[in-house]
């Protein structure tokens, strides 16, 4: 994610970004980095527990059986 981390700081530069929090653009593109992987377990267990691969991709009912999440 470095490379996605550095242009993430460009683009914070290019709009001047830092300026609306007066914080520098690296340490906000870093927040940004930490924050995104920081929430993708919890949303990950989130839609396991919803028995979904992804929101707009449920899983299969037979794999709901087996976690015993099938509705009965």
Same mark, same amino acid.
């Given at each position: 994610? &470095?490379?996605? #981390?550095?242009? %993430?700081?460009? %683009?914070? &530069?290019?709009?001047?970004?830092? &300026?609306?929090?007066? /914080?520098?653009?690296? *340490? %906000? @593109?870093?927040?940004? /980095? &930490?924050?995104?992987?920081?929430?993708?377990?919890?949303? =990950?267990?989130? %839609?396991?527990?919803? +028995?979904?691969? +992804? /929101?707009?991709?449920?899983? +299969?009912? #037979?794999? *709901?059986?087996? +976690?015993? =999440? @099938?509705?009965?």
């Amino acid at each position: 994610m &470095n490379k996605f #981390q550095k242009e %993430l700081e460009g %683009l914070i &530069n290019s709009h001047c970004i830092e &300026n609306e929090c007066d /914080v520098p653009d690296f *340490l %906000l @593109a870093e927040m940004i /980095v &930490n924050f995104i992987r920081g929430i993708g377990n919890p949303i =990950k267990k989130t %839609l396991d527990w919803h +028995s979904c691969d +992804s /929101v707009c991709h449920p899983k +299969s009912n #037979q794999s *709901l059986q087996r +976690s015993g =999440k @099938a509705a009965r």
